[in-house]
């Protein structure tokens, strides 16, 4: 079983900066692609950033140029930078991770984790 504990979310003013961090624990054996979500009210939810366990980034278009995702390997552990912040970037962010198992016929199983979310508030 994997765990995600997301922080590093707050109220902040626009044009203002927030680092988000979330940390996977538990029975680790290999952490794949990891990842960010946010749902503001009423919405559904959306992909923000997405990292590969070599590097390889993918951003939503209404981030990009803004917002940085990263990751540290050795500490499971992956990051976003948000710059230049929005009132329309207010939701709750959530952390995304898919995690692989060797099964004893060297084949993998896969499964995707979500974290408990954290609030970013950006007011005008």
């Known amino acids: 079983q994997v765990q995600l504990v997301e922080s590093g979310g707050g109220l902040v003013q626009a044009g203002g900066s927030l680092r988000l961090s979330c940390a996977a624990s538990?029975?680790?054996?290999?952490?794949?692609?990891m990842g960010w979500y946010r749902q503001a009210p009423e919405k559904q939810r959306e992909l923000v950033a997405t990292?590969?366990?070599?590097?390889?980034?993918n951003y939503a278009d209404s981030v990009k140029g803004r917002f940085t995702i990263s990751r540290d390997n050795a500490k499971n552990t992956v990051y976003l930078q948000m710059n230049s912040l929005k009132p329309e970037d207010t939701a709750v962010y959530y952390c995304?991770?898919?995690?692989?198992?060797?099964?004893?016929?060297?084949?993998?199983?896969?499964?995707?984790?979500w974290g408990q979310g954290t609030q970013v508030t950006v007011s005008s």
């Open positions: 995304n991770a898919d995690h692989s198992v060797r099964n004893y016929d060297y084949t993998y199983t896969s499964r995707n984790y």
């Open positions: 538990g029975t680790i054996f290999r952490i794949d692609a």
């Open positions: 990292i590969t366990s070599g590097g390889d980034t």
